[in-house]
C-alpha cells in the first residue's frame, strides 16, 4: 500500500462541521456587503512577482521573507501566490479600466499565502475579507469602511474589539519625519536588536511596530509623525475622528501604528481584541493613494481593509459565539427497497419547494432496519421525518413525523400534491 500523503504544513483542510461555520460567516459578510454597496471581484491566486514588489515595498517582511514565488517552467515569467490582495484589486481595476466612470466599491473573499511560521490564528495559507473602496479621496469614505467593520462585529455578535487610529500623512512629510527618527535611533544604536539595525536605514518607520519589548522606551521616545502632519493631512484625520465621534465609536490614537506594507498614507487603523495574545489585531487597513499610480494606473485614491477570517473564527470560539443550526428540514426513512424510486420522486419535489431533505442512502446489505433509520434522522438534527413505509405507498400517502415536538402528533399526506404540504416542513 503506498504512504498516505498529507497537507503542506500550515496549510489546513477544513472539514464538516467545522466548515458551516466558514459558510456562516461568509453569508454575514456578503449581506452586509449588500447594506454597503460593495461589489465582490475574484482575482487570480497567482500573480506576477513585480506587482508586490512595487506595490508591498522592497523592504517590507512579506516581500523579504515571506512570498511564495517561482518561475514559470513554461516562459520563466516570475511569479507569486497571492500574499495579500489589495495590490490584485488595484491591478485588475487598472487593467479592465475600472474607474473609468467613476469609483468602485469592492470586497473579496479568499485564501492568501505567507510562508511564516504556523501558530495559532497564523497559517501559510489563510484567508481574508477586504474591502477595497478606489476612486475616493474623501474622509468620508475612511470613516465608511472603518463602520463597516464595527457592523461586521455586530452582526457576528462581537463586543470586546477596540478602534486604534493613526495618520500617517503625505510622502513629504513622512520624508521630513522619516530624517528625525533616523538620527534618533542611531543615538540609541546599541539598543536597538539585530531586525532593527537592519531596517534603520531601509525603512525606520517599521521599526515602531517591533514587538520587543527590550525597545519599547526608545519607540515610545521617538519623533512622532503627526507632529510632522502639515494642514490638509491634519484637517483629513480631524474629519475622520469627526464621523467616528458622531456615531459614537470609540477610538484610541495609537502613533505606533505604521501597518506593514509601503503603500499606506493619511489614515490608518486597526481593530484589536485582548483576547488573542499579543497578535491581537484582526482587521487592519489605511488609505492607499499612490498605489493605483506606483502599479502604472493613472493617479486615483484608495482605501480598504482587510481581516483573517481564521482569526476572527478563533475569537468567535473564545466568546462561545456559534452559528444557527444548519440542520436539514426533514429525513426521508425509507425501509422497503421498493419504495425508494417514490421516495426519492417526493423528496425532489420538496427540495423544488424549497425544504430542505436528508434522504436516508441504503448500505451494500440493503436498506437497514426501520429502528436504525430512525436513529440518524434523530440524529441529523431534523424536524420531521418522512417514513416511506409499505403501507403508506400503497396508498399513495407519506408519514409526516415530528422529531424536535413531542406534543405534535404524526400526520398522513398526499404523495399525488407535495407543494400543497412543503410548506408544513418549511416554515414549521
Not at 469592492?106 to 474591502?131: K, N, S, W
Not at 406534543?407 to 407535495?418: E, F, I, K, T
Request: proline fraction near 6%; charged fraction near 25%; include cysteine.
Amino acid at each position: 500500500m503506498a504512504e498516505a500523503l498529507q497537507a503542506v504544513k500550515g496549510m489546513n483542510d477544513i472539514l464538516p462541521p467545522e466548515s458551516a461555520r466558514w459558510e456562516w460567516f461568509e453569508n454575514t459578510v456578503r449581506a452586509l456587503m449588500r447594506r454597503y454597496g460593495y461589489q465582490n471581484i475574484r482575482t487570480p491566486i497567482v500573480e506576477p512577482t513585480p506587482l508586490f514588489v512595487r506595490g508591498l515595498g522592497e523592504v517590507t517582511d512579506i516581500v523579504e521573507k515571506e512570498m511564495y514565488s517561482f518561475i514559470d517552467s513554461m516562459n520563466g515569467d516570475p511569479l507569486t501566490l497571492r500574499p495579500e490582495n489589495t495590490a490584485g484589486v488595484v491591478r485588475a481595476a487598472i487593467e479592465h479600466s475600472m474607474l473609468y466612470d467613476g469609483g468602485k466599491r469592492l470586497f473579496y473573499i479568499g485564501a492568501m499565502f505567507r510562508h511564516e511560521r504556523p501558530q495559532r490564528g497564523r497559517y501559510r495559507q489563510f484567508h481574508q475579507v477586504g474591502v477595497e473602496a478606489l476612486g475616493f479621496g474623501g474622509p468620508d469614505v475612511d470613516a465608511e469602511v472603518i463602520l463597516m467593520a464595527r457592523a461586521l462585529w455586530r452582526d457576528l455578535g462581537l463586543s470586546d474589539v477596540r478602534l486604534e487610529l493613526n495618520s500617517l500623512g503625505q510622502s513629504d512629510e513622512r520624508k521630513v519625519h522619516r530624517a528625525a527618527l533616523i538620527a534618533h535611533f542611531e543615538r540609541h544604536a546599541d539598543l536597538l536588536d539585530a531586525e532593527a539595525q537592519r531596517r534603520l536605514h531601509s525603512n525606520p518607520l517599521r521599526i515602531l511596530d517591533t514587538k520587543n519589548p527590550n525597545m519599547l522606551s526608545v519607540v515610545e521616545s521617538a519623533p512622532r509623525l503627526m507632529d510632522y502632519l502639515g494642514e490638509a493631512s491634519l484637517k483629513h484625520f480631524d474629519a475622520v475622528k469627526a464621523a467616528l465621534d458622531a456615531v459614537g465609536q470609540p477610538f484610541v490614537i495609537n502613533p505606533r501604528l505604521v501597518r506593514g506594507m509601503d503603500y499606506y498614507n493619511l489614515t490608518v487603523f486597526e481593530w484589536v481584541t485582548p483576547k488573542l495574545g499579543a497578535q491581537g489585531t484582526i482587521c487592519g487597513g489605511g488609505r492607499y493613494d499612490g498605489l493605483v499610480e506606483m502599479i502604472g494606473g493613472k493617479p486615483a485614491p484608495g482605501i480598504g481593509w482587510g481581516l483573517g477570517i481564521e482569526r476572527v473564527l478563533d475569537l468567535l470560539q473564545q466568546e462561545g459565539i456559534t452559528p444557527p443550526a444548519s440542520s436539514p428540514d426533514a429525513y426521508a426513512v425509507v425501509p422497503d427497497a421498493h419504495a425508494v424510486p417514490t421516495a426519492i420522486a417526493t423528496v425532489e419535489a420538496l427540495r423544488a419547494a424549497g425544504v430542505a431533505v436528508l434522504m436516508h442512502a441504503a448500505g451494500k446489505d440493503g436498506q437497514g432496519s426501520f429502528k436504525s433509520q430512525f436513529k440518524k434522522a434523530d440524529a441529523s438534527g431534523a424536524r420531521f421525518a418522512l417514513v416511506f413505509g409499505g403501507d403508506e405507498v400503497a396508498q399513495g400517502m407519506v408519514t409526516i413525523k415530528p422529531l424536535r415536538d413531542a406534543s405534535a402528533a404524526q400526520a398522513l399526506r398526499p404523495l399525488s400534491d407535495v407543494p400543497a404540504w412543503a410548506a408544513q416542513l418549511r416554515n414549521a
